[in-house]
């Protein structure tokens, strides 16, 4: 096992109700900016909950962060925190508002010319706003992690950030609110929550038998309330199980002392920003492809996860290795995710070559956990999802 240090300060509410106990944790004299998407918290009844948690304070809203939330629009945020001297951010929604109050969180206090950087120059976070979420899609862990990925539509660009400043100080988590969602982002939310624990799961071995525990039981319990949390959001126990999964698939808990490779999610973004796929689809459509291209460096582990969470005992580590993949992608597949970028658009021509190429213009000559991942591999790599 590496030597690591590890800080988590998000302090969570987990459970039916909880919405109601969120004035507890916001100080008393806050002006509040509440931040939320497109308008679902109108319609399900989530506004109301935290209006009413909220009641007696200060609190401006600004509504419209849309999925993959855009650099323009989270612009205008900072500036009313700054005309109105806002000193609180609520973010209430799915991983684009909170990776939104993130960016917002961060902007305000940034003091060189242009905030973009912070994402394309990777500039320090100096000064946060403090902040909390209520989350309404289990999906991407933002809610107790310290990233965040933000959207610029002019320029087609995807790219994330971090700092340890962007913990959020509190999130409430109650499983009723995916009552709502569309079955399209529930199960988006499976895969995605799938695919980071794989991130930090399918490197090679080190020995760090706990952490790897962790990674294999997350994704068990996400196989297993998976289907039923897509047929039935009211299934509590289901939805609190999928819920609380996400989330720890993503608060750095199972990452400490271990290799990690995000190329799946490097690549994904780049589909996201051309195409506008989900963030999940990008996924499912690169993973399967990227663990074949990576086999070499990364069968024991397939073979591992073959054998622990699939139930393959028979066969050489490479034929269990071969199904671990194979499996991963018919789990996606029976969700009714796509694997293919064609089923998605037809418009992919020179693609590949053009994101090998930005993978190169910004330096990102070597990815997976031993760097050695070229743009050449990228090429291939994604000329296979066709
Ligand atoms: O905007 P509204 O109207 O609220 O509708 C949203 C949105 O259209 C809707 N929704 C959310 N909660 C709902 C609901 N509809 C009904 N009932 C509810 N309770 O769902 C749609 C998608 O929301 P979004 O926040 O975009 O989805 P998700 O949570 O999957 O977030 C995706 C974003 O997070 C980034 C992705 O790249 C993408 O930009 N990620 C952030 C990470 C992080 N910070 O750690 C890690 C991830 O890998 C990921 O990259
Ligand atoms: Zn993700």
Redesign the pocket.
Known sequence: MKNFSYKNPTKILFGEGQIANLSEEIPANAKILML??????KR?G?YEQVMEALNGCEVVEFGG?????EYEILMNAVSVIKEQNLDYILAV???????GA?FISAAVHYKREEPWDILAKREEVEKAVPFSVVL??P????EM?S???I?RRATKE?L?FGSPLLFPQCSVLDPT??Q???KR?IV??VV?SFV?VLEQYMTYPTGAALQDRFAEGILQTLLEVGEKVVADPKDYVAASNFMWACTMA?NGLISQGVPTDWGV?GIG?EL?ALFGID??RTLAIVAPRYYELCFEYKKEKLAQYAERVWGISNGTIEEKAMQGIAKTEQFFQSLGVDTKLSEYTKDYEGMAEKIAHRFTERGWLGIGEHRNVTPDDVLLILKSTY
């Open positions: 939320y998407g497109g308008g679902s918290i399900n989530i962060v849309p999925a993959n939330p929604g799915g991983g684009s508002v909170i990776d993130k309404t899609l999906a991407t862990g933002s992690n990233g965040s990925v959207s995807k994330s609110v995916i709502s969602l569309p982002q988006n939310g995605d980071h993503l999610h973004h996201t963030h999940a």
